[in-house]
């Protein structure tokens, strides 16, 4: 049997299944809770290692019920988190999110690291990693932890999916480059640690941490027992990559836009210069505007009518027609997080008038996303790609988002309705690790689902 279990460790739920990669078909699928944060006061965001390392072993174990044969463990992960390890693998400090930014934290008398970083190496930091600097990276997190903590000499920051092949034994070391970018420190061009980056971090704190070896396939880096069975588990993906993968983006060919609790547009295959770059499969690349305010900020804005609307409003949202969104009046800024794209100090909404109505509120929120998104497409394609494919749970769920941009911007669209994109980019993933498909291009053929850009 070709079984693989799926994981796909977000930052709320974590969702599993067992695939078939021969018959093509899912088992037990099902998701946990992310444990709850040890510290989260909108500075720290620190989560418990060790639990998240249960929660690893129970969905794995959840997803294995019932089978035997299992050919590997697939993996995709939140990204720009850490925790520091020391030389045999267990943790130092906390696994600290990419929803903490203590980077911007002034320390008595001196500026704080990020300001320092950003003066060191702000010019140049898109060009060597593909990304704007930002406070939650943990190259800057780590900056700030290790000037505070005295760390051992010899420690290594390792992304999430590294701690958990960690914690699972006979770890190789190995992550995939969408994860391993994550972590700030990565020369995209040259595909290693930049040492401009690396010395900068390491001359602010005084330390000198190790990393993981990157990888651009998936690959076998640790190995769990399960019952009797010792089964691989390969090197962790980024969520973003694997949602846009298994959303059946083409690359070259569609425009993904990704609505879950933060929002990204991004162009696999595609990169014109104009936006930030990440890692992709098969050693490509993807253009992308990342950090574009979505659920996390409508929580807020529809939290300020108190809980027990908000569930009534959501409903709202979902019924909203597309251009009843685009003539609203009223305008809304959803950057109401430092991290967010657009961010002037917070949130606001303007144009309130006497025929205000919560339905035209919620007209505003749907409207801004749609613009933000329109704006990235322009960023990323000028119209060069003709159709959009619309995945996340958001999306899904609000509708209106996906007409709203496709009137904007003149680009069919599509919304992706084949279950959940991250699960299937890790089937997709496993259909070529075991030789079924020579590629990802043939994998995805195998795996059509609606949806799929063609």
């Not at 700030?144 to 390792?158: N, Q």
């Not at 401009?196 to 005084?206: M, N, P, T």
């Not at 690349?285 to 409508?298: Q, S």
């Not at 494919?389 to 069919?412: H, N, S, W, Y």
């Amino acid at each position: 049997m070709s079984i693989f279990l799926l994981v796909d460790f977000g930052a709320s739920r974590v969702k599993y299944a067992a695939f078939d990669a021969v018959s093509g078909k899912f088992r037990n699928e099902g998701d946990l809770p992310v444990p709850r944060p040890l510290r989260a006061d909108g500075v720290f965001y620190e989560e418990s290692p060790e639990l998240l390392k249960e929660t690893f072993f129970r969905a794995c174990k959840k997803a294995a019920s019932g089978l035997s044969g299992l050919s590997g463990v697939m993996l995709s992960s939140q990204m720009h988190g850490f925790v520091v390890l020391n030389v045999k693998g267990e943790p130092l400090t906390p696994y600290i999110s990419w929803k903490d930014e203590r980077s911007r934290l002034s320390l008595p008398g001196r500026e704080s690291a990020f300001g320092v970083l950003e003066k060191r190496l702000g010019r140049d930091y898109r060009r060597i990693t593909g990304m704007d600097m930002r406070s939650c990276f943990p190259a800057f997190n780590f900056a700030a932890l290790a000037r505070k903590r005295k760390l051992p000499r010899k420690c290594r920051i390792a992304s999430l999916p590294e701690w958990l092949c960690a914690a699972c034994g006979n770890d190789a070391g190995l992550v995939h480059e969408s994860v391993f970018a994550g972590l700030g420190f990565y020369d995209l061009a040259k595909r290693r640690v930049s040492p401009d980056v690396y010395d900068a971090v390491s001359d602010y704190c005084g330390s000198k941490p190790s990393f993981g070896c990157p990888v651009s396939e998936s690959v076998p880096a640790s190995t769990l027992r399960l019952g009797r069975e010792e089964v691989p588990v390969y090197a962790g993906v980024g969520d973003h990559q694997c949602a846009v993968l298994g959303a059946g983006n083409i690359s070259g060919k569609t425009l993904s836009v990704n609505v879950g609790t933060g929002s990204q547009v991004s162009s696999p295959g595609l990169d014109l210069g104009r936006a930030e770059v990440r890692p992709y499969f098969e050693g490509g690349v993807m253009g992308t505007v990342t950090h574009i305010p979505a659920g996390r900020a409508l929580e807020v804005f529809l939290g300020l009518f108190g809980s027990t609307a908000s569930a009534e409003l959501w409903k709202r949202l979902g019924r909203l027609k597309p251009g009843q969104a685009l003539s609203c009046g009223l305008n809304a800024d959803l950057a109401v997080f430092p991290s967010a794209r657009g961010y002037k100090g917070g949130g606001a909404l303007t144009g309130i008038g006497e025929t205000f109505s919560r339905d035209a509120y919620l007209c505003a929120l749907v409207k801004a996303m749609a613009v933000n998104y329109a704006a990235a497409e322009q960023l990323l394609s000028g119209g060069k790609l003709r159709r959009a494919v619309f995945g996340g749970g958001l999306a899904r769920k609000i509708p209106a988002l996906a007409g709203a941009f496709e009137m904007l911007t003149g680009v069919k669209t599509s919304v992706y309705s084949g279950g959940e994109e991250t699960l299937r980019g890790l089937a997709l993933l496993a259909l070529k690790a075991c030789g079924a498909a020579p590629d990802l291009a043939a994998a995805s053929k195998l795996l059509r689902v609606k949806g799929d850009g063609k």
